[in-house]
């Protein structure tokens, strides 16, 4: 089975002591991971050292960087390169959130330079897609995503493909407490599935998780997650609540 994946992105929140608090009783919780499930903490910073101590010892527990800058190294005052990840043992990054898209400017070529210094140095990225309020109404969403794929993604090769997690993450559904529909989701995951099975081919396009992201909640998880191209999600606000984290977790296939 294509791993199954929670992924939980604290963003600009939390002291390192309220995010020890938080890791220690989500680990802490009565939660057994089957092999092909994981729980991803996308952590500030300051807080990966820490978090991934304390993740250490759990099985399919990993920690991401939420960012990491598009450039191997230089100066670039106050940013963090993919070299210092992997120094750390960070196995994972968030790449091309929509917030660092709209507020840090981020380009699709931008994404393309930060996918490509990840996968060299091992690390997976989480690579976020998704389209403003207006493209949907326009009803021009798969095209938009489409678009973002082949842009930052489709140079890479049939093997590296394979180490991409992808978020799919409609703008208007981020902590607005608006949630894409079930059957909303569902339609787009499998439309980004059959656009990578287009260039890289089925069997490959089935190994590749796509994540939904956009107030996903201990109450809504399951029933997104049961969809057959839903494998899992990308978790803000909730992700900051030790119990529904937990069952959000426990909502994965
Ligand atoms: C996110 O930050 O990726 C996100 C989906 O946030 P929220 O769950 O709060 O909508």
Redesign the pocket.
Known sequence: MRKQIAAA?W?MNLSYQEAETLLDEILEADIRLEFHQMAIFAVPFPYLIMSRSEVEDEMNYEVAAQNCHHKKSGAYTGEVSVDMLHSIGVNYCIVG?S?RREYNAETNAMLADKVNLCLEKAITPIF?CGEPLEIREAGTQNNFVAQQLKESLFHLSAVEIKNIII?Y?PIW????GKTASTAQAQEIHHYLRSVIAGKYGADIANEIPILY????KAGNAKELFASPDVDGG??????LIADDFIEIIKALK
Request: with cysteine.
């Open positions: 992105n963003k959130h917030e976020c978020a993450e559904a981020i902590g607005t992201g956009g107030s996903v990308l978790v803000g606000g909730a992700s």
